[in-house]
């Protein structure tokens, strides 16, 4: 019998406690600002941003939902899903309350479980750069983030910041 597991894999809540300390140190009204931000709508949006930078790479595409091996259709809501010709009832990411990022998907086949590791693997880069690209724009970068194919089926990040304000 197939059916579609939350996977044990998870991404933990992005620890900001410590920039919030040095940014309170160096600038403690930009941090009482900070402080007073929805970090899990942030981490939202750098989920949905993480994924956008995979669609149309690497066989990476959009999906609309993710089922089992017997069709069956995965049912909370989503923040993103990704297929892959290996997988093609896809993976599911979204954002717990708490700011912690799971994952969806059958692991019926072998194949299917390696496709998984290599996508979340993937995605936890991708979303790493996201992270570090909107922390810095917080403390006043202007920021650009590069992506580049390592050849082993990964991808390099470049992350260029300028200091905007004196």
């Known amino acids: 019998m ?18 919030l300390e040095e940014i309170r140190a160096a600038e403690p009204e930009l941090a009482n600002w900070i402080a007073g931000l929805n970090t899990v ?3 939202k949006e750098c989920v949905v941003l993480a994924l956008d930078r995979l669609y149309g790479c690497d066989g990476i595409n959009h999906g609309s939902k993710v089922v089992d091996y017997s069709g069956n259709a995965y049912k909370q809501k989503l923040d993103g899903i990704i297929t892959t010709e290996e997988l093609p009832g896809g993976i599911g990411v979204y954002v717990n309350d708490d700011g912690s990022i799971a ?15 290599r996508l979340q693997s993937l995605f936890a880069d991708a979303f790493q750069a996201e992270i ?19 050849n082993k089926g990964g991808f390099v990040y470049s992350i260029q910041a300028v200091k905007t304000n004196a």
Do not use: H, M
């Not at 044990?8 to 410590?18: D, E, I, V, W, Y």
């Not at 998907?105 to 998984?116: F, L, N, Q, R």
């Open 41 to 43: 709508g942030i981490i």
């Open 132 to 150: 570090v690209k909107s922390v810095l724009q917080i403390r006043g970068y202007d920021v650009e983030l590069g992506q580049i194919s390592d």
């Open 103 to 117: 994952f969806c998907a059958d692991e019926y086949t072998s194949e299917w479980k390696d496709e998984i590791k």
């Open 2 to 19: 197939s059916k579609i597991v939350i996977l044990n894999t998870k991404l933990g809540a992005p620890q900001l406690s410590r920039c």
